[in-house]
C-alpha cells in the first residue's frame, strides 16, 4: 500500500513538466516518461489500481494547464525547480533506508567485523593430554618375532626381525594437538582441511611422546577433501577423507584417514515423525602405494550396504555388511641376486601378520612380506537400545572374516605352512552420556576384543589395543567423566594376551585430560 506521499511526489513529477523553460524542458519531459512506466508497472503489479492510475493522471495535468506561464526570465539567471519539504524528506528516508541497508549487508558499520565469506568457514580443534603406562608380563618370550611358521605337527619355528621390548614396562606423557576447518563452497560443495600432530610414517596415531629435549612437535596434514553433495541421496567424497564406513574399532583404528574417493547413495522412509529408517550404500577406492617401476600398484575397494533405524525417542539401531579387498598387497620373493619385487614388502607394519622372508640374497638383508591375501567380509552393529535423560545404553557387535585366506596359497607363494587364522569379533556395552558435552557428563565402559593373526591387515588396527597390531585376546575397560564445559577425563584399561605363538601378555593404562573447541 502506497502513502499519500508517494501519490503527491507522482503528481508533481508528472505535472513538472509544464510550465518549465525551454532548458529544462528535455530533462524533465524523461523524467515524466519514467514516472508514467512506474505508474503503469504499479497497475501491473497490482498495487495500484488502473482506476486511481488514471484519476492520478488526470488530476495531474489539470493541474499544468491551470497554472499560468512563467514569466520570461534573462539569459544569465539560472532557474532551479522547487521542491517540496515532504518531497525532500521522502526521498531522504528512502535513501536512508537503501544505505543502511546495504551498510548492514556489507557491514560498514562495525570494523571489527569479518566479511561475509569469512561465516561460511568453520573451526574445530582439540587437544589431548595422555598418561600411558605399558605394563609387559614377567614371562613374556624375551624376542618375539613377527614371522611364526607352524609346521605341521604344531611346532613353532621362530624367524623374523624380533621386537626390541617385550619385558620392560614404560611409562609415558603423550600429547594429540588437532586442528580443522570446513568450508562451504557452495551449497552442494565443501572443502575440509585439518593439521595434527604425528608423522606421516604411521598412519595410525597422532600422538606424540613428550620428551624430547623440548624440541618441537611435527604437524601433518591428516585430512584435505573436497565433498560434493548434488542431491539429499548422493555423497561424493575425494581426497584424504574421514572413515567412510560404519565400523568400531575391530578392524580399523579411531585415528585412520582414507586416501581415495567414496560415495555414498541413501534412501529414507518415514514411517511417522518419530519413526524412521534409511538404507546406505557406501563405495570406495583407495590408493595404498604407488609403485613406480610396476603396474601392480597396492590397493583397497571396499563395498558396504547398511541401515540406519531410528525408532521412538533416542532408540536407534545401525546395521552394516561390508566387503573390502586389497589388491597386490601379498609379497612376491625376489630373484637371486635381485630386488625388483623389494617394493612389495608393505611400507607399514604393526604385528601379528603371517610374513616370509622375500630377499633372496644371502648377501642383503632379509625383508618380510605378507604370506596371505586380505579379502575381508565384516559384519556390524551399534544399537541404543534404552535411554534415560541424555544418559543411553548401548550395544556394539563386529565381526570379521578373512575370505582370501587360504593356507595352500601360503604355501605355493613361501613355503609356510601355517594355520587358520582367519577371524575376529569385538563385543561391547556402554553406558552413559554419547558425548562429553558439560560438566557431570558421563559414560562407562567394557568390551571384548578376539583377533586373530591373518583377520584383517595389522597395519590398520586399533594402535592402543596389545600395542597394535592383530593375534591377540582381551578386555578393554574404559571411564570418562565431564569436569567442565567440552573438557573431561578418561580412564582405559586394554589388557590383551596373544592368541598363538610366544607369549606376549600386554596392559595399557591410559589417563587422559581431553578438551576441545
Given at each position: ?14 505535472a ?16 515524466r516518461d ?19 492510475a ?9 493541474q ?28 531522504r ?10 551498510a ?5 558499520g ?9 561465516e ?25 618375532p ?13 624367524t ?15 600429547l ?17 582441511m ?10 595410525v ?15 601433518v ?25 560404519l565400523?568400531t ?57 547398511g ?72 559384519v ?8 534415560f535423560g ?11 572374516k ?50 586373530e ?59 587422559d ?5
Amino acid at each position: 500500500m502506497m502513502s499519500k506521499k508517494h501519490w503527491f511526489a507522482i503528481a508533481l513529477l508528472l505535472a513538472s513538466t509544464d510550465g518549465v523553460y525551454a532548458g529544462e524542458k528535455e530533462d524533465l519531459t524523461q523524467l515524466r516518461d519514467t514516472t508514467l512506466s512506474l505508474i503503469k508497472l504499479l497497475v501491473e503489479q497490482g498495487v495500484l489500481g488502473k482506476d486511481k492510475a488514471d484519476a492520478l493522471i488526470k488530476q495531474a495535468q489539470r493541474q499544468a494547464h491551470t497554472d499560468s506561464a512563467p514569466a520570461a526570465v534573462p539569459e544569465n539567471v539560472v532557474r532551479v525547480p522547487y521542491v517540496p519539504e515532504v518531497v525532500k524528506k521522502e526521498m531522504r528516508e528512502e535513501i536512508k533506508k537503501e544505505v543502511l541497508a546495504q551498510a548492514k549487508t556489507e557491514r560498514w558499520g562495525n570494523p571489527n567485523t569479518l566479511p561475509e565469506w569469512v561465516e561460511h568457514i568453520k573451526w574445530e580443534g582439540d587437544l589431548r593430554l595422555r598418561g600411558q603406562n605399558d605394563l609387559f608380563q614377567d614371562d613374556n618370550y624375551a624376542f618375539v618375532p613377527n614371522y611364526i611358521e607352524i609346521n605341521k605337527k604344531g611346532d613353532i619355528t621362530e624367524t623374523g626381525n624380533p621386537y626390541l621390548n617385550t619385558t620392560e614396562d614404560r611409562r609415558r606423557v603423550r600429547l594429540r594437538a588437532r586442528l580443522g576447518m570446513q568450508a562451504d563452497v557452495s551449497s552442494n560443495v565443501l572443502v575440509g582441511m585439518r593439521v595434527t600432530t604425528g608423522n606421516t610414517a604411521d598412519p595410525v596415531s597422532t600422538n606424540v611422546t613428550i620428551g624430547t629435549s623440548n624440541n618441537r612437535y611435527t604437524a601433518v596434514f591428516d585430512r584435505a577433501f573436497i565433498r560434493y553433495e548434488p542431491s539429499s541421496w548422493l555423497t561424493l567424497n575425494g581426497g584424504k577423507m574421514a572413515n567412510p564406513w560404519l565400523n568400531t574399532d575391530l578392524v580399523w583404528d579411531d585415528d585412520l584417514n582414507f586416501d581415495g574417493v567414496a560415495a555414498t547413495l541413501k534412501h529414507e522412509n518415514n514411517f511417522s515423525l518419530s519413526r524412521q529408517w534409511q538404507a546406505f550404500v557406501t563405495l570406495g577406492a583407495f590408493p595404498l602405494q604407488e609403485v613406480d617401476l610396476s603396474p601392480d600398484d597396492k590397493w583397497l575397494y571396499g563395498a558396504q550396504l547398511g541401515l540406519d533405524f531410528q525408532g521412538s525417542g533416542d532408540r536407534r539401531a545401525r546395521m552394516g555388511v561390508a566387503y573390502y579387498s586389497y589388491r597386490n598387497t601379498t609379497g612376491v620373493r625376489n630373484a637371486i641376486g635381485s630386488h625388483l619385487q623389494d617394493f612389495t614388502a608393505p611400507e607399514f607394519l604393526q604385528k601379528g601378520n603371517t610374513l616370509y622372508n622375500i630377499s633372496n640374497d644371502v648377501d642383503q638383508p632379509d625383508l618380510y612380506a605378507l604370506a596371505s591375501d586380505y579379502t575381508l567380509l565384516n559384519v556390524t552393529g551399534i544399537f541404543d537400545v534404552a535411554t534415560f535423560g541424555r544418559a543411553r545404553v548401548s550395544l556394539a557387535g563386529d565381526y570379521v572374516k578373512n575370505i582370501g585366506f587360504d593356507d595352500n596359497e601360503i604355501e605355493q607363494r613361501s613355503g609356510l605352512t601355517v594355520a587358520d587364522r582367519s577371524t575376529g569379533y569385538l563385543g561391547k556395552l556402554s553406558v552413559g552420556m554419547p558425548d562429553m558435552k558439560g560438566r557431570g557428563d558421563w559414560q562407562v565402559s567394557a568390551a571384548y576384543k578376539y583377533l586373530e593373526g591373518d583377520a584383517v591387515l595389522d597395519a590398520y588396527t586399533d594402535s592402543d589395543f596389545h600395542l597394535g597390531g592383530t593375534n591377540a585376546k582381551g578386555w578393554i575397560m574404559g571411564g570418562q567423566y565431564g569436569v567442565e564445559r567440552n573438557t573431561w577425563l578418561s580412564l582405559k584399561w586394554l589388557s590383551a594376551d596373544e592368541i598363538d605363538g610366544p607369549p606376549l601378555a600386554i596392559d595399557v593404562l591410559q589417563l587422559d585430560l581431553n578438551t576441545r573447541f
